[in-house]
């Protein structure tokens, strides 16, 4: 049987991630030492203890993700559990790089840790979202954004079928996941998220 590995993305964070495999085994502190080394962040510390709205900067969230992904792969590893292919969900991609070794352990940790400063930097001021529409066309998805006059609106990702995400000014975002439950979509998730950048052009900025 082979086995594919699908790393998540930003929104997936939650205080106290890590920790229980930190606790347990070796190798996961190995991981975590390394990328405090390589970053300067205390992610120990933000990962497990929070608060919240320190572990959802952007700048903290994306190194947050990829340090618990990059630990669990220590431990699939151990038992012998190996990927013969990986993907990720924006963020995940590079988790996804790492493990497949287009990019070596401190070049992948150095990319994330830009990307995250450059995604926080250029989110302009106001209230941003994004949400994840689910049960829905992609056609379906971009008519509500532009039935939203309020507010600025957009269809943002386009991840699997029946799953788009959008994303703009927090009122619009919601207004458009009201529409969206009204013709039919099965959920409406809002994410604590960022606007994406392609690797590419952080890695231009290194």
């Known amino acids: 049987m082979k086995i594919g590995f699908l790393f998540p993305g930003q929104g997936s964070q939650t205080i106290g991630m890590g920790k229980d495999i930190y606790e347990k085994y070796e190798e996961t502190k190995n991981i975590y030492d390394k990328v405090q080394e390589i970053t300067g962040i205390d992610i120990k510390k933000i990962s497990f203890e929070g608060p919240e709205e320190i572990l959802n900067q952007t700048k903290n969230t994306q190194i947050a993700i990829l340090t618990e992904s990059l630990a669990i792969l220590e431990v699939l590893k151990k ?17 996804a790089l790492i493990e497949d070794g287009i990019f070596e352990f401190e070049e992948g940790i150095k990319l994330v840790q830009k990307r995250g400063e450059i995604m926080q930097n250029l989110t302009p001021k106001g209230n941003w979202k994004m949400a994840a529409i689910i049960g829905l066309e992609e056609k379906q998805v971009e008519e509500i954004c532009k039935k939203v006059n309020d507010g600025f609106v957009v269809s943002a990702n386009y991840n699997t079928i029946g799953q788009t995400v959008i994303s703009g000014e927090e009122e619009a975002v919601i207004k458009a996941g009201e529409l969206a439950k009204e013709i039919g979509a099965r959920k409406v998730s809002i994410l604590n998220t960022a606007r994406t950048i392609s690797y590419r052009k952080i890695r231009k900025m290194l």
């Open 79 to 95: 038992h012998k559990i190996n990927a013969y292919m990986s993907a990720g969900l924006s963020l995940g991609e590079y988790t």
